[in-house]
């Protein structure tokens, strides 16, 4: 019996949750939530509930002094602020200058603090509650912080500005938000604005945690790639502290290529890449006029006057009509007179309103605001150029991470490097690095074997002759490391003919697809034949 009863309990337990809480208290709540009240859960840091019935912010959120600065200035500006951007490192940031959330003051409700006690740490000594890595990445996207209210992944929207609707005061910028949400979550929800820019994917490089944060190997980490494989030229850094660039793709190279991928010192490479982008930085007036008209076109105003303007246009040759049809219409003479007289003065105002029209459309493409706009981008522009080579590493890394899309270096021939660069905006540079040291070919199976058998036989012209793509140098190089020994004296005999030629290939173009070689530089620099670096044979 009580079996019974309870499995009686049990299910009108179940239908008062599904026909009260589902059907009518949770709907409800949905609806509160999206008209921009607070619907319970975690409150974001820097706000707090307005929980008095009389206020006209009842239940919506309120700025809470010292939390919301903190959000803005230690969270959201310092990561935007980094070199490498990381969740993870703010965290330590906040640790190591020993940042905490101050504790709620007592005009904080008690249902704010009460949620909190027992999510965080309130460790004796502390000076507040503690900043930890999952609250760093709910912060970072949290559109609560744009004024924005989300519930069961929907957005409270405002119909009439057909955006979403803002609920309480935002904290941090549009730009800035996004900016960091980008970087944290992968995808954006639908009912966000789309991404404006390409950057897809953020490369962080390994990186040692004993090296400073702002510390700056390379100035583009991982836009870099090697032609031959596509993988990412990895900056590391050497005893004697020079950092070099190489690819990380070392079974591949061993096994499918002759040659080994170049290792490139990072200072050429960057010395090219800022060439690259000052050359990019000189703007002419048609790049100033397509600046303006991307500023009009943020601020929306030109549209919105004109469409104004072409709304009371149409408007007016609808009055012109009706008076028209109307004083054909009627008898009265009177009548029709004070009809034909509205429609000559809508015919004035049509005219005038043309009038307007065209003269705006005349007299400047854009309004002297954008114009304005684009002048300063001009400046600015022309004082990066002008200072940018000596700005500190850090903003260098960071303008040119923005700036580049990606870039590829291979070799070209023995001594020269191909860089191709890729801007953001589609705009591409393209550089030849000279190489002091030509690419090092592996030697062949072949090539040793011929050494180890002719190495003691041949005269050196003959030894050259078999080997077209080795010098003397390497030759005796290679024997001295194999222990193959060439003796002396005159005793010896010499064959002055060689018995075979091993030739191999010499290094093939990578670049040729990216516009390699760049005209007139198909063969070694001169200044490094006047050298004498490069051999004739190279
Ligand atoms: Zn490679």
Same mark, same amino acid.
């Given at each position: 019996?009580?079996?019974?009863?309870?499995?009686?309990?049990?299910?009108?337990?179940?239908?008062?949750?599904?026909?009260?809480?589902?059907?009518?208290?949770?709907?409800?709540?949905?609806?509160?939530?999206?008209?921009?009240?607070?619907?319970?859960?975690?409150?974001?840091?820097?706000?707090?509930?307005?929980?008095?019935?009389?206020?006209?912010?009842?239940?919506?959120?309120?700025?809470?002094?010292?939390?919301?600065?903190?959000?803005?200035?230690?969270?959201?500006?310092?990561?935007?602020?980094?070199?490498?951007?990381?969740?993870?490192?703010?965290?330590?940031?906040?640790?190591?200058?020993?940042?905490?959330?101050?504790?709620?003051?007592?005009?904080?409700?008690?249902?704010?603090?009460?949620?909190?006690?027992?999510?965080?740490?309130?460790?004796?000594?502390?000076?507040?509650?503690?900043?930890?890595?999952?609250?760093?990445?709910?912060?970072?996207?949290?559109?609560?912080?744009?004024?924005?209210?989300?519930?069961?992944?929907?957005?409270?929207?405002?119909?009439?500005?057909?955006?979403?609707?803002?609920?309480?005061?935002?904290?941090?910028?549009?730009?800035?938000?996004?900016?960091?949400?980008?970087?944290?979550?992968?995808?954006?929800?639908?009912?966000?604005?789309?991404?404006?820019?390409?950057?897809?994917?953020?490369?962080?490089?390994?990186?040692?945690?004993?090296?400073?944060?702002?510390?700056?190997?390379?100035?583009?980490?991982?836009?870099?790639?090697?032609?031959?494989?596509?993988?990412?030229?990895?900056?590391?850094?050497?005893?004697?502290?020079?950092?070099?660039?190489?690819?990380?793709?070392?079974?591949?190279?061993?096994?499918?290529?002759?040659?080994?991928?170049?290792?490139?010192?990072?200072?050429?490479?960057?010395?090219?890449?800022?060439?690259?982008?000052?050359?990019?930085?000189?703007?002419?007036?048609?790049?100033?006029?397509?600046?303006?008209?991307?500023?009009?076109?943020?601020?929306?105003?030109?549209?919105?006057?004109?469409?104004?303007?072409?709304?009371?246009?149409?408007?007016?040759?609808?009055?012109?009509?009706?008076?028209?049809?109307?004083?054909?219409?009627?008898?009265?003479?009177?009548?029709?007179?004070? =009809?034909? +007289?509205?429609? %000559?003065? /809508?015919?004035? *105002?049509?005219?005038? @309103?043309?009038?307007?029209? !065209?003269?705006?459309?005349?007299?400047?493409?854009?309004?002297?605001?954008?114009?304005?706009?684009?002048?300063?981008?001009?400046?600015?522009?022309?004082?990066?150029?002008?200072? =940018?080579? +000596?700005?500190? %590493?850090? /903003?260098?890394? *960071?303008?040119?991470? @923005?700036?580049?899309?990606? !870039?590829?270096?291979?070799?070209?021939?023995?001594?020269?490097?191909?860089?191709?660069?890729?801007?953001?905006?589609?705009?591409?540079?393209?550089?030849?690095?000279?190489?002091?040291?030509?690419?090092?070919? %592996?030697?062949?199976?072949?090539?040793?074997?011929?050494?180890?058998?002719?190495?003691?036989?041949?005269?050196?012209?003959?030894?050259?002759?078999?080997?077209?793509?080795?010098?003397?140098?390497?030759?005796?190089?290679?024997?001295?490391?194999?222990?193959?020994?060439?003796?002396?004296?005159?005793?010896?005999?010499?064959?002055?003919?060689?018995?075979?030629?091993?030739?191999?290939?010499?290094?093939?173009?990578?670049?040729?697809?990216?516009?390699?070689?760049?005209?007139?530089?198909?063969?070694?620099?001169?200044?490094?034949?006047?050298?004498?670096?490069?051999?004739?044979?190279?």
């Amino acid at each position: 019996m009580d079996c019974e009863q309870f499995r009686l309990a049990c299910k009108y337990g179940k239908q008062y949750i599904e026909h009260h809480i589902k059907g009518r208290l949770h709907p409800a709540n949905h609806r509160n939530a999206l008209s921009g009240r607070y619907a319970g859960g975690p409150v974001p840091w820097g706000y707090v509930v307005d929980y008095d019935r009389h206020s006209a912010t009842y239940k919506r959120f309120l700025r809470y002094e010292p939390h919301a600065t903190l959000v803005v200035h230690h969270v959201f500006e310092r990561f935007a602020a980094m070199v490498r951007p990381s969740v993870m490192e703010l965290t330590r940031v906040w640790e190591r200058e020993g940042r905490a959330w101050p504790f709620f003051g007592p005009e904080v409700d008690e249902r704010r603090k009460r949620v909190l006690g027992q999510a965080l740490t309130r460790s004796d000594g502390a000076n507040g509650y503690r900043f930890h890595y999952r609250q760093a990445q709910h912060i970072l996207t949290n559109v609560a912080y744009l004024g924005w209210c989300v519930h069961r992944g929907e957005v409270a929207w405002d119909y009439e500005r057909s955006a979403p609707l803002i609920c309480h005061e935002a904290l941090v910028g549009s730009d800035l938000f996004w900016w960091c949400y980008d970087l944290v979550a992968g995808e954006r929800p639908p009912w966000a604005p789309p991404r404006v820019s390409a950057q897809t994917t953020y490369y962080r490089p390994h990186h040692s945690r004993r090296a400073s944060p702002d510390e700056v190997w390379f100035l583009t980490p991982g836009r870099v790639r090697c032609v031959t494989h596509g993988s990412r030229y990895s900056a590391s850094k050497e005893a004697t502290g020079s950092v070099r660039l190489e690819c990380p793709s070392y079974d591949r190279q061993t096994g499918e290529t002759a040659y080994l991928c170049p290792v490139i010192a990072v200072a050429p490479v960057e010395a090219k890449l800022i060439d690259a982008f000052r050359a990019e930085l000189r703007l002419d007036a048609r790049d100033v006029a397509h600046l303006a008209q991307i500023a009009q076109r943020r601020q929306g105003q030109r549209a919105a006057a004109t469409s104004l303007v072409q709304q009371e246009l149409a408007k007016q040759r609808l009055l012109l009509e009706r008076a028209k049809r109307r004083a054909l219409q009627v008898d009265d003479d009177g009548m029709a007179a004070e =009809f034909l +007289d509205e429609a %000559r003065r /809508a015919r004035q *105002r049509i005219r005038e @309103l043309e009038a307007q029209t !065209a003269q705006a459309d005349a007299k400047s493409a854009f309004g002297a605001d954008a114009l304005r706009q684009a002048e300063r981008a001009e400046t600015l522009s022309r004082r990066i150029w002008e200072t =940018f080579p +000596d700005w500190p %590493r850090a /903003a260098q890394s *960071r303008v040119l991470s @923005l700036a580049l899309n990606h !870039a590829v270096i291979g070799p070209v021939h023995r001594h020269a490097l191909g860089f191709y660069i890729q801007w953001q905006g589609g705009s591409v540079s393209r550089r030849e690095m000279v190489r002091t040291l030509g690419q090092h070919v %592996r030697w062949s199976a072949d090539e040793e074997e011929a050494i180890r058998r002719y190495y003691d036989v041949l005269t050196w012209s003959a030894l050259l002759a078999m080997l077209p793509f080795r010098s003397r140098e390497s030759i005796e190089t290679f024997a001295r490391h194999r222990g193959i020994v060439r003796r002396r004296g005159r005793g010896v005999e010499r064959v002055s003919t060689p018995p075979l030629v091993v030739s191999r290939s010499p290094i093939e173009n990578a670049m040729r697809a990216y516009g390699f070689p760049l005209a007139a530089s198909g063969e070694p620099h001169p200044a490094m034949a006047m050298s004498g670096l490069v051999s004739s044979r190279w």
